[in-house]
Every structure is written in structure tokens, then in C-alpha cells.
């Protein structure tokens, strides 16, 4: 089972970047695609971005694409998230997940999830 440690939230002005980080530890990503999903207050947790463990192939929402890219590396076991050209209402808890299927990630349904990194976007 693979255990998740996500970093890198903070207070950020409109149009201003983070990088958000997730840690796994207890085994190796391999054969896990990993994900970043968010939540805000009052709302249902939302998937933002994937990345395929097979493919490397790279999914986002909507709301996100052009503006998150996520990435990982496979030998730190690091997964990534970087959000340029940030809005309010981006503001939410940002959880990473993992699931060696990649339908049931983008889904939401893993069972793998960090405990979230809260990423708070001023107007």
C-alpha cells in the first residue's frame, strides 16, 4: 500500500503560481497512476489532473488545462502539480491519489489518498 504526503500550499495572489508536491512512501509508484483532486468549502471533491503509469499520458479538467501541469518522478516517487495563473476560485484543499487503475483514479474512487494541502487564492 502505497501512503501519500502532499506539500506546497500556501496563500497566493491572483495570477500567481504554486507548486504543489505529493510524497508516496511504503512502496514503489510503480504501476500506479497518480492524480490531484480538490475540494473547496461547500462543494463535492473534483478531479483536476491525472497522470497514467502506462502511457505517461496526462489528463485535466476543464477548469485547469493550460494553466496546471502535472508530472512525476518515478524514482522519488514524487508526484507534481504546478498551477500557474491562479484564480479565487481555485481556492480549495488539493488531495493527490493513487490507483493502479487508471479509469477508477480519474473517477475519484481510489483508496490511496493524501491527507490534502490547502491552497488559498486572494482576489
Known amino acids: 500500500q502505497v501512503q501519500l504526503v502532499e506539500s506546497g500550499g500556501g496563500l497566493v495572489q491572483a495570477g500567481g503560481s504554486l507548486r504543489l508536491s505529493c510524497a508516496g512512501s511504503?512502496?514503489?509508484?510503480?504501476?500506479?497512476?497518480m492524480g490531484w483532486f480538490r475540494q473547496a468549502p461547500g462543494k463535492e471533491r473534483e478531479f483536476v489532473a491525472c497522470?497514467?503509469?502506462?502511457?505517461?499520458?496526462?489528463y485535466y479538467a476543464d477548469s485547469v488545462k493550460g494553466r496546471f501541469t502535472i508530472s512525476r518522478d518515478n524514482v522519488k516517487n514524487m508526484v507534481y502539480l504546478q498551477m500557474n495563473s491562479l484564480k479565487p476560485e481555485d481556492t480549495a484543499v488539493y488531495y493527490c491519489a493513487a490507483d493502479q487503475a487508471g479509469l477508477r483514479l480519474r473517477l475519484g474512487r481510489s483508496d490511496t489518498w493524501g491527507q490534502g494541502t490547502q491552497v488559498t487564492v486572494s482576489s
Open positions: 497522470i497514467m503509469w502506462s502511457s505517461g499520458n496526462t
Open positions: 511504503g512502496r514503489t509508484f510503480s504501476g500506479y497512476s
